[in-house]
């Protein structure tokens, strides 16, 4: 007997004691695994005629022995993949909830069974479970035995080793049986019920009609008598084969994309979904198409409620849509039919027109995944215009969550679907601190307004509390709030909406002054000219230039810059590690603001006049307040000593 790993122990003692009262979902899971075992096998046989089988589903009860088998066709598994598959959760959909669990109270895993969690859910209704496999190319038979938490057994036998039960299934075809002996029945819980052929029947309609392989009720199993050459037996083993070729499938057979829109509940799709892509919530939205055109083909995609967890730890995931070509799995993630932009969304893709001399590295480079590509990107970007157009609330919803992936895409490759993605684009704006669209705000700003304002910081409250933002806003524009660090990237490659060039409130643009200010400007730059130039000799190197500003309302100074980069992108920049430390990332061209209106200001004056070694402590000490106050970098100890120095 071989113990189970610690943490797949851990998940089984779970499932065990699961108090969880949507125990049937076994049912659905084991399908699920025999019908992906079936397509990587139906896949196979395109070019190898040995993986050609009967393509099914066949499962019987024996109420007696309190068992139901559940037997497949598929791929089969030999001793290795019974070791790595089902003694140790490293899969999908039961890795996925181990880390659910593992993050939430495991007392309200509740609603685990909503979810893909796999082969290890049949622990809910057994006792026992014996697995009978052969791989399709293999002669050699294996027998998985488990008892639950304590361990499992592998062992290789022969096929006259088998009770009649484990090996009726396993005939000319190879595949897996899966034979389960279920609990006794208790207080809690009737477990017979599934040894009744309406409540199977019921459990395949419920959750596996759409599985695209033939799901058989096997005439009951009453007796169990394994007498080699007994006449009895031949004749009830052939009643079964001939019960087993009339007896239509419980399943209607129709993927459940293929059938029509009307027909699917919204119910349907979310399990679907859910058990298809192991998430453990419904999705945000669904889009279900059919599309004619030089390509014809169907269709249905999910928006996860949540970016996903490998995602939100920047893995590198792998991506892509399943895809089907006339019924058959070719590919089990395919990136070529979704730009990288849009990995997070899930679902397939079904085409006949898909050449079928299946290759997957000849597929890979097929103009016809281009053209589904392109159709599929503007299908789904045109259903987030409707959802946008229609409801609001949940386009906000996919927004918060996806927004970031739809921004990049419209900055990406400089930009060259920056028109197709404008008008999806949300900010969060001063106006009624709520989400806008760049058409909203046109809207507002009225044809007078020359510029869209934005400004850059970690929240909206402290931007608005920033000197230059302030001034904006104090002259009644609206302001973009961007907290995202591709946010200003995206305002350079968009540079204008409706006409409107983007601005920085950072911008010696952002405020215009009025004729008389500016003249009043004018001259008081003049008289300060001695002034500014001895700030600017004393900060060479750390500033471009210093001018006078009454834009900063009554601080004394600030920063701006002038050029490209800016000092949010400044900041941006000098955040991302650099490969080559020697290469210093670009600096704004920085340019010092002085308020002139600042008592300040009447200091330096006066110690340009009689102590330039203050005044040089006060050029430094307005510079590192400057930085400060734009969310620079600024060495405390050097300013504790300047300060101290100055005061
Ligand atoms: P998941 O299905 O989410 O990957 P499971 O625990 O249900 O996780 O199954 C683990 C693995 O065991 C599967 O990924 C598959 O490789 C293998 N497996 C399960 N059932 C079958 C089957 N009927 N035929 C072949 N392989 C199977």
Redesign the pocket.
């Known amino acids: 007997m071989k113990e189970f790993k610690s943490e797949s122990k851990r998940l089984l003692e779970l499932m065990i004691n699961s108090i969880y009262t949507n125990k049937e979902i076994f049912l659905r899971?084991?399908i699920?695994?025999?019908s992906?075992?079936l397509d990587k096998r139906k896949f196979l046989s395109l070019t190898n005629d040995k993986a050609s089988a009967d393509f099914e589903i066949v499962i019987s009860l024996d109420k007696d022995a309190r068992t139901i088998t559940i037997k497949?066709s598929?791929?089969?598994?030999d001793e290795s993949?019974l070791e790595e598959?089902?003694s140790t959760?490293a899969?999908?959909?039961?890795l996925a909830f181990k880390q659910k669990i593992a993050k939430e109270n495991p007392k309200d895993a509740g609603q685990i069974g909503q979810f893909?969690v796999?082969?290890?859910s049949a622990f809910m209704v057994a006792k026992k479970i014996e697995v009978v496999s052969k791989k399709f190319d293999s002669k050699e038979i294996f027998l998985w035995t488990s008892y639950g938490v304590d361990g499992y057994d592998i062992k290789k036998v022969s096929s006259t080793q088998l009770s009649e039960k484990q090996s009726l299934l396993l005939d000319k075809n190879g595949?897996?049986t899966?034979i389960l002996t279920l609990h006794d029945d208790d207080d809690d819980f009737r477990y017979s019920q599934f040894l009744n052929d309406d409540t199977i029947e019921e459990l395949v309609k419920k959750y596996s009609d759409y599985i695209r392989y033939p799901i058989r009720l096997e005439e009951t199993i009453e007796v169990e008598v394994v007498e080699k050459n007994s006449k009895e037996t031949k004749n009830s083993k052939k009643q079964k084969a001939k019960a087993n070729e009339t007896k239509p499938p419980l399943n209607s057979m129709i993927p459940i994309w293929k059938k029509p829109k009307s027909k699917v509940k919204e119910e349907e799709l979310n399990e679907f979904y859910m058990t298809e892509f192991?998430d453990f919530s419904p999705p945000l939205k669904h889009i279900f198409a059919s599309m004619e055109g030089t390509i014809s083909y169907n269709t249905l995609l999910f928006i996860p409620s949540k970016l996903s967890d490998e995602f939100m730890r920047g893995e590198k995931i792998s991506y892509g849509l399943k895809l089907y070509c006339e019924g058959v799995l070719v590919m089990e993630k395919c990136s070529d039919v979704l730009p990288e932009y849009l990995s997070f969304v899930k679902g397939l893709v079904d085409s006949s027109d898909l050449p079928l001399n299946i290759s997957r590295e000849i597929l890979q480079h097929t103009k016809h995944l281009k053209i589904i590509s392109r159709s599929l990107e503007k299908k789904i970007l045109d259903e987030f215009r409707k959802t946008l157009d229609n409801d609001r609330e949940l386009y906000e919803k996919i927004w918060r969550e996806f927004g970031t992936a739809l921004k990049f895409g419209s900055y990406e490759h400089f930009g060259v679907r920056k028109d197709s993605l404008k008008d999806l684009l949300l900010f969060n704006s001063s106006h009624e601190n709520k989400l806008t669209t760049l058409k909203e705000y046109v809207e507002r700003a009225g044809v007078s307004q020359e510029y869209i304002y934005y400004a850059v910081g970690e929240s909206a409250e402290k931007i608005k509390k920033s000197v230059h933002c302030g001034a904006v806003l104090e002259r009644g524009y609206e302001v973009l709030f961007l907290h995202d660090k591709i946010d200003e990237f995206v305002m350079k490659v968009l540079m204008e909406y409706g006409e409107k060039k983007f601005l920085p409130v950072t911008s010696p643009d952002a405020v215009e002054l009025s004729n008389d200010e500016k003249d009043e400007l004018l001259k008081e730059e003049d008289t300060a000219k001695e002034l500014l130039t001895f700030i600017k000799t004393h900060l060479k190197g750390k500033i471009f230039d210093v001018r006078l500003s009454t834009k900063i309302l009554d601080h004394a100074t600030s920063l701006t810059s002038e050029g490209e980069i800016t000092i949010e992108m400044e900041k941006v920049l000098g955040s991302v590690p650099s490969p080559n430390s020697k290469l210093q990332p670009p600096k704004a061209k920085k340019i010092l603001l002085i308020n002139p209106n600042h008592s300040v200001f009447q200091k330096m004056q006066q110690a340009l006049k009689d102590d330039h070694s203050l005044l040089r402590n006060y050029s430094d000490l307005l510079l590192s307040l400057a930085m400060l106050g734009v969310g620079l970098p600024v060495d405390g100890g050097e300013l504790s000593e300047l300060v101290q120095r100055t005061i």
């Open positions: 899971e084991l699920s695994n025999s992906d075992a497949d598929g791929i089969g598994m993949d598959n089902l959760i899969k999908s959909g039961t893909g796999g082969f290890y595949g897996i899966i192991s």
